[in-house]
């Protein structure tokens, strides 16, 4: 099944972070404009998107949103004329899990529109 069809899994916070080399399996599941950033010591994907315009930057940041909403896991996400950033982790485990890795593959998906 591809990572953009799988469900994420409801996170307690009691499981750890995910490990470098399953970081690593990971990325390869994903588009490769994705990239590992660090921030206040807690590991990210980011990606940025460019987009012909501020409207439709409206449009993917909405898309994100209902797509995060329907998964109940939530990015950061900046929106500007011409592009849109999104950055997955998971808050509860100050890292990444699978589910970080899911929602990449399906904002792949909607970067596209």
Do not use: S, Y
């Amino acid at each position: 099944m591809a990572l953009a069809q799988e469900q994420c899994a409801p996170c307690r916070g009691d499981e750890p972070a995910l490990g470098r080399a399953e970081i690593d399996e990971m990325m390869r599941h994903i588009d490769d404009t994705w990239e590992l950033v660090e921030r206040d010591g807690v590991p990210r994907l980011k990606r940025r998107f460019k987009v012909k315009g501020f409207q439709p930057a409206l449009d993917l940041t909405a898309a994100v949103g209902r797509i995060a909403e329907e998964q109940g896991h939530h990015p950061r996400i900046v929106t500007e004329w011409g592009a849109v950033t999104v950055e997955w982790w998971t808050h509860k485990i100050r890292g990444l899990h699978a589910n970080d890795f899911i929602m990449a593959a399906r904002t792949d998906e909607l970067g596209g529109m």
